[in-house]
């Protein structure tokens, strides 16, 4: 498999495979409860008990974090699913189209680029609840348009081949043009570009949290870890070290999962 | 006589010229200019050109990918460009096009059997169970019986990829294959293969061809009728007795002399024709050959000539001729 030769490809698999898998079955890796709290053993370093030491309320971080993971995937793959499917559809219909539909819709995403997506962020969640659903949405809903230009712009040049000429030479209706030759061939940077979204998104929500607008404590999440961190940042610095090295591997592990597929898909 | 199986009257297409940032339309580009011709069934039209004269787009105009600004296209007496849905279909299943680049002609995500069984599916011309024998007996009709049908077209050659190609265009059951540089993209050796398939599958499918290349060597293998094209208009048509050996127009001599013809030894070494193409944008008034014609004469050559008859079914568009 030509996939397995490609570095980069294997080392991002292996991290967001290992995520992947910790998300998933956190129930039974945590050690410990992750909300609950021990008082007597607050701010305790890295011991045997506490693989990674606990914080001020002394909860388990090894066990919040494990916890955070989920929340930190889940945003990811759901806030770049929403922009690959308004993305897709906008880029699509534009690029397909042509015209005026393109006109009217490209020019949207130029205004929604124009916007400083931050305090569009913060406006939003300031009016809607801070929840994880929400900041999924609002993710999704402040970076689909780089998402949108990709998919036009290869929908444009594979509406042009001589393959979809072909088929439309012999009578095959849009949806068939569509969903038989143009979206099987415009996946792949699709892919790749998703991929390396998800990283991204991660760092929002991480951003997000640590501003207090993302992911409401108790839950954990690897943003709102950090925050919590900052006042005892002096004297527990494994509060902070931990969830912030496991934010740094995950966008790692995408970025490079996704430059490995760019790289193995456009042999 | 038999009847033309397609007809072409006047059609035209221009193309704007935009300016500016506001794309003010400040000319045209005139790709077919007033064309019309006749393919009687089973017969073969070659139409030859220089690059830019207006071939592809007028093949896109017949195979109904591109609208014309004007003019008639009626397939067996009916009009097709009238705008009647059904027709239109039936069209689409008797009419198919065959491009120049066998790599892209291809979906690259399609198995050569899905490729091919497409049109099938599109005109539902059989029932499902008879769809693997169907599309076996094409793989044999283009002599690639051995090929694996369930395999990518990426393993294929160029050779075979239009092979594969000229198999999708035959499984919609067509009497009128269009024909755009069909072998340019390939070496020389199988050129020959894959005209001479031409000639085999014409017979075996009665089918009619209108072939478009730059390259009348190519184009007098195959035809039998034959038009020259010139910056948009027809400027000689006919038999391709005629055009090959007595033609009319300074311009078809030319295309004739330059090389592809003359014997090994005598190839010269001046063009025949001399000069580029002039503008498109700004057309030369009058014949608008006259700018490279070794017997322009003025003010004749200030008037566009007519496409007139000159002998028995041989037109030409020319003052002089």
């Known amino acids: ?267 | 006589m038999s009847a033309p199986i397609i007809r072409l009257e006047h059609i035209k297409k221009y193309f704007p010229v935009e300016r500016g940032i506001f794309r003010r339309v400040t000319g045209a580009i005139r790709a077919v200019d007033d064309v019309g011709f006749s393919v009687m069934s089973g017969h073969t039209l070659g139409i030859v050109g220089e690059s830019g004269c207006g071939k592809t787009t007028l093949a896109k105009i017949i195979a109904c990918l591109v609208p014309p600004d004007a003019g008639s296209l009626f397939f067996e007496e009916n009009n097709i460009l009238k705008g009647d849905a059904g027709r239109l279909r039936q069209f689409r299943r008797r009419v198919q096009i065959i491009f120049q680049d066998p790599f892209s002609s291809l979906n690259p995500k399609l198995k050569i059997f899905d490729s091919i069984a497409e049109p099938m599916h599109i005109h539902a011309l059989y029932p499902k169970q008879e769809i693997p024998d169907r599309v076996r007996e094409l793989l044999v009709s283009v002599g690639l019986g051995g090929v694996d049908p369930y395999r990518y077209p990426r393993a294929l050659s160029g050779g075979q990829r239009q092979r594969i190609v000229i198999a999708r265009a035959l499984a919609a059951n067509p009497s009128l294959l269009l024909l755009d540089e069909p072998v340019a993209s390939l070496d020389v050796s199988m050129q020959a293969q894959i005209l001479n398939l031409f000639t085999e599958l014409q017979e075996q499918f009665r089918l009619s061809y209108i072939l478009i290349s730059h390259d009348l060597r190519i184009i007098a293998s195959l035809s039998d009728e034959i038009a020259v094209m010139y910056m948009g208009k027809i400027i000689e048509q006919g038999p391709k007795e005629n055009i090959v050996h007595t033609p009319l127009h300074p311009y078809t001599r030319g295309l004739l002399d330059s090389g592809i013809f003359s014997l090994a030894g005598t190839r010269r070494i001046t063009p025949a024709i001399k000069g580029d193409i002039p503008s498109h944008i700004r057309l030369p008034e009058g014949c608008r050959f006259h700018t490279r014609c070794p017997r322009a004469r003025f003010p004749a050559c200030r008037t566009a000539p007519a496409l007139a008859e000159k002998k028995q079914g041989h037109y030409v568009a020319c003052h002089f001729a």
């Open chain 1, 1 to 267: 498999m030509r996939f397995l030769h490609n570095r980069m490809f294997v080392s991002g698999a292996l991290i967001v495979g290992t995520l992947a898998v910790t998300a998933l079955a956190a129930p039974l890796i945590a050690p410990h409860d992750p909300n609950a709290i021990h008082m007597n053993d607050a701010l305790l370093g890295p011991s045997r008990e506490y693989i990674l030491g606990t914080d001020q309320l002394g909860r388990d971080l090894l066990s919040r974090i494990i916890f955070g993971t989920r929340i930190s995937l889940s945003i990811g793959f759901i806030a770049v699913g929403i922009s690959v499917i308004i993305g897709g559809v906008l880029g699509a219909v534009a690029g397909y189209y042509g015209g005026r539909i393109d006109g009217l819709i490209m020019r949207f995403v130029d205004a929604m680029f124009c916007f400083p997506t931050i305090f569009l962020m913060l406006a939003i969640i300031a009016i809607l609840e801070p929840n994880i659903f929400t900041i999924m949405v609002v993710i999704g809903l402040t970076s689909w348009m780089g998402m949108a230009r990709l998919i036009r712009a290869e929908v444009l040049s594979l509406k042009e081949r001589e393959f979809v000429q072909a088929a439309r030479a012999l009578g095959a209706g849009d949806l068939r043009i569509i969903f038989r030759h143009i979206v099987p061939n415009a996946i792949n940077p699709v892919l790749v570009n998703a991929t390396l979204g998800v990283g991204g998104a991660i760092l929002v929500e991480a951003g997000l949290s640590f501003l207090g607008l993302g992911v409401q404590p108790p839950t954990p999440s690897w943003g709102n870890i950090l925050i919590e961190a900052k006042v005892t940042l002096g004297s527990a610095w494994w509060i902070t070290l931990f969830p912030g090295l496991l934010i740094l591997i995950t966008v790692l592990g995408y970025n490079l999962l996704g430059e490995g597929l760019r790289d193995v898909l456009s042999e």
